[in-house]
T-cell receptor, first 112, second 118 residues
């Protein structure tokens, strides 16, 4: 089992819809979770971090964390074509010393 | 805030030569810097972690004598690819985190350096 798993996609959603991206992780002791967006040929850009169970909202983005079931998700409301990118889930594993373990990313395509 | 720069953004070199890549935190003190490599259509692969003033910690399988990392100050880390070969061609990305505020325990990425070895 991979430490951090994401569906590679592509996930296609129409413009204006809600995009839902999911990530599961294997280390039950993990405490820090991050979502990054990576456009093709560019480096990752931090979208959100989440540390506590529940929802965390920032603009059109909502991160959801469920430690009991070991998953973290990212919702993008009112999806725009500019949201088309690969979304990377990153988890700081127990004893990782601030190192992040990345999932392989989910490619999101927002269609007009 | 939390801006990280890299230089150069791209470099082409001949096989056998060495290439140095710089990573700078522009508006915060980076106590820890990370170096990643990313091949096309693959995820990020952590190469090493460096703390200011300490030797870098390399991930398993990464040759420390080939990928020399120096983190001499709180705003600068360098990665030198020694005796580069075509298989070293990749996208090299650094990230930095600091202490306090938004940079605490959060990695911010530089724009990356695309290395092509001929």
């Amino acid at each position: 089992q991979k430490e951090v798993e994401q569906n590679s996609g592509p996930l296609s959603v129409p413009e204006g819809a809600i995009a839902s991206l999911n990530c599961t992780y294997s280390d039950r002791g993990s405490q820090s979770f991050f979502w990054y967006r990576q456009y093709s040929g560019k480096s990752p850009e931090l979208i959100m971090s989440i540390y506590s169970n529940g929802d965390k909202e920032d603009g059109r983005f909502t991160a959801q964390l469920n430690k009991a079931n070991q998953y973290v998700s990212l919702l993008i409301r009112d999806s725009q074509p500019s949201d088309s990118a690969t979304y990377l889930c990153a988890v700081e594993l127990t004893g990782g010393g601030n190192k992040l373990t990345f999932g392989t990313g989910t490619q999101l395509k927002v269609e007009l | 805030g939390a801006v990280v720069s890299q230089h150069p953004s791209w470099v082409i070199c001949k096989s056998g030569t060495s290439v140095k890549i710089e990573c700078r935190s522009l508006d915060f003190q980076a106590t820890t810097m990370f170096w990643y490599r990313q091949f096309p259509k693959q995820s990020l692969m952590l190469m090493a972690t460096s703390n200011e003033g300490s030797k870098a910690t390399y991930e398993q399988g990464v040759e420390k004598d080939k990928f020399l990392i120096n983190h001499a100050s709180l705003t600068l880390s360098t990665l030198t690819v020694t005796s580069a070969h075509p298989e070293d061609s990749s996208f090299y990305i650094c990230s930095a985190s600091g202490t306090g505020g938004k940079v605490a325990d959060t990695q911010y990425f530089g724009p990356g350096t695309r290395l092509t070895v001929l």
